[in-house]
T-cell receptor, first 115, second 115 residues
Framework: AQTVTQSQPEMSVQEAETVTLSCTYD???????LFWYKQPPSRQMILVIR??????QNATENRFSVNFQKAAKSFSLKISDSQLGDAAMYFC????????????FGKGTKLSVKP | DTGVSQDPRHKITKRGQNVTFRCDPI?????LYWYRQTLGQGPEFLTY????????KSRLLSDRFSAERPKGSFSTLEIQRTEQGDSAMYLC?????????????FGPGTRLTVL
């Protein structure tokens, strides 16, 4: 069974600095997708960034980028120029490339941003 | 249509009572997912529908849980004979049919407290 592990329950970053959140996963599939979701306090979860396993190039969305190491099954999220609004729970998630489609989430990392 | 909506947002019930939650997906989305999120954990998959067909159920979905999606539009999740262990946030998500860009959009969730 596929699993997703986030080893950092909490992280803190100074405003305008850079922070990296870690995620590892386990799967025997070759076709899959990886995601980072953000869940602000009392607000709904939103997609931050996605990575297709067949793509070697790391995904980037504005201040958010990933370091995808397929052989190591590692998928970290880098947030540059951190803003107060980045404070939230961040969840790493996995999805098979097949037809099922449900997401498998890690336990999350709570990110605090200090002004 | 501004996104996935869920009703109610909060539900407090006594052990042994039945509860029903509703999810309205984004109108053109034919896939609908239910997840459960307990404190300090990431969301866990419960079940999903493609149109009106329930295609997958997690082992977490005991026989006290039932989900429906009549006419392939809104969905309901019913929990019978609630137990304190059912206390959690119940999240609904919707997406287009499987594809590279079938992002799952999440609703705000229904927080259930079983006394």
């Amino acid at each position: 069974a596929q699993t997703v592990t986030q080893s950092q329950p909490e992280m803190s970053v100074q405003e305008a600095e850079t922070v990296t959140l870690s995620c590892t996963y386990d799967t025997s599939e070759s076709d899959y997708y990886l995601f980072w979701y953000k869940q602000p306090p009392s607000r709904q979860m939103i997609l931050v960034i996605r990575q297709e396993a067949y793509k070697q190039q790391n995904a980037t969305e504005n201040r958010f980028s990933v370091n995808f190491q397929k052989a190591a099954k590692s998928f970290s999220l880098k947030i540059s120029d951190s803003q107060l609004g980045d404070a939230a729970m961040y969840f790493c998630a996995y999805r098979d490339g097949g037809s099922q489609g449900n997401l498998i989430f890690g336990k999350g990392t709570k990110l605090s941003v200090k002004p | 249509d501004t996104g996935v909506s869920q009703d109610p947002r909060h539900k407090i019930t006594k052990r042994g009572q039945n509860v029903t939650f509703r999810c309205d997906p984004i109108s053109e989305h034919n896939r609908l997912y239910w997840y459960r999120q307990t404190l300090g954990q990431g969301p866990e998959f419960l079940t999903y529908f493609q149109n009106e067909a329930q295609l997958e159920k997690s082992r977490l979905l005991s026989d006290r849980f039932s989900a429906e999606r009549p006419k392939g539009s809104f969905s309901t999740l019913e929990i019978q004979r609630t137990e304190q262990g059912d206390s959690a946030m119940y999240l609904c998500a919707s997406s287009l049919t499987q594809g590279v860009h079938n992002e799952q959009f999440f609703g705000p969730g229904t927080r259930l407290t079983v006394l």
